[in-house]
């Protein structure tokens, strides 16, 4: 009797312990499959299927739905291979996770609206859309500064300086300063020549500066004497 009453007991416990593994089995392949890897340009973003099913008529909602008509691949870790710019795609899957657009400073625009339309994604592309025509509308109503600078040359130079000069500086006024000094038996006549530059809407930096010419004479004639004889 007592030996009936072992086996009972050793026959339930393995009929529990078979039911706790298929559990357990099940739980953790349930939970596996609500994650899904992307290889992206040869970078790795993994995520979930609720965040790619956010815009029900976008590639990544087709690619997670595992849809028979997406002609889609997978590498050899099982991640869908995804020919696209990884750098870009980064901002577009945070903004399937939490509805916000965030750009780092050196990512343009333009091309994360290129990934959004890839992918299609419509809200995503109506924000981009917004943002870039806000953006243009800033800078086109820009007030113009303009960059002023005095140039020295005698007259043989004066030609030579004008048609030198580049990067959008132009010529303004000429003053004449007379014959500061003798060179040799002939005067030689000084004049300041004026040259000015439009800047939109950017601050002052080494763009703003004359070509390297027209800094060369600069110097040149700044380190000369104002008067005297040779």
Not at 37 to 63: H, I
Not at 194 to 212: C, I, T
């Amino acid at each position: 009797m007592a030996e009936n009453s072992s086996d009972a007991c050793g026959s339930v416990y393995r009929r529990c312990l078979t039911h706790s593994t298929g559990e357990k089995t099940q739980s953790t392949s349930n939970g596996a499959s609500k994650w899904v890897r992307l290889n992206v340009g040869g970078t790795y973003f993994l995520t979930t299927r609720q965040t790619l099913c956010r815009d029900p008529k976008s590639f990544l909602y087709r690619l997670s739905q595992a849809d028979p008509d997406l002609d889609s691949d997978k590498d050899d870790t099982g991640a869908y291979l995804i020919d696209r710019d990884p750098t870009y795609f980064g901002p577009v899957l945070n903004y399937l996770r939490h509805g916000k657009l965030v750009l780092n400073r050196e990512l343009a625009e333009e091309g994360v609206l290129e990934e959004a339309e890839f992918y299609n994604i419509t809200s995503l592309i109506k924000l981009l859309k917004d943002k870039i025509r806000e953006r243009d509308c800033k800078t086109s109503q820009a007030p113009v500064k303009h960059v002023y600078r005095v140039l020295q040359c005698q007259e043989e130079e004066l030609t030579q300086m004008v048609s030198t000069m580049s990067d959008g500086w132009k010529f303004e006024q000429l003053v004449s300063i007379g014959s500061s000094y003798n060179y040799g038996n002939e005067d030689q006549s000084e004049f300041l020549c004026v040259v000015s530059k439009e800047l939109h809407n950017q601050s002052y930096g080494p763009n703003s500066e004359p070509s390297e010419k027209a800094k060369v004479r600069l110097w040149e004639q700044s380190s000369r004497p104002s008067s005297g004889n040779y």
